[in-house]
């Protein structure tokens, strides 16, 4: 129980950087995380998403959201950092749960 208040404090407590009305939603999950693009409100179809815990990158769906596969066994904060073809770009960390299938 302790381990769960202290990823929902973390995971409150992250921060976050919007260029543009551009705007990151990370939501932790099992594995990884849901990360949800919009702007303004609205989902971003096409935003390129990377996490600083894999070299790998996503692309959102028609709704705005990738799910990024978490890379490492042990839990921490991540940054995730989205950016379209318009040049816009933001950020934002996040706690993540460790893999320890």
Excluded: C
Excluded at 16 to 33: R, Y
Excluded at 78 to 99: H, I, P
């Amino acid at each position: 129980m302790k381990k769960l208040a202290a990823i929902f404090a973390l995971t409150l407590a992250s921060t976050s950087v919007m260029a543009s009305g551009l705007n990151l939603d990370v939501q932790p999950a099992e594995g990884g995380a849901w990360v949800s693009v919009t702007e303004q409100g609205k989902a971003v179809k096409g935003a390129k998403v990377t996490s600083s815990k894999s070299m790998d990158s996503k692309v959102t769906d028609e709704s705005g959201r990738v799910f990024i596969y978490s890379q490492d066994q042990n839990s921490g904060s991540v940054t995730y950092v989205a950016n379209t073809d318009q040049g816009q770009q933001a950020e934002k960390a996040a706690f993540v749960a460790g893999d320890r299938s």
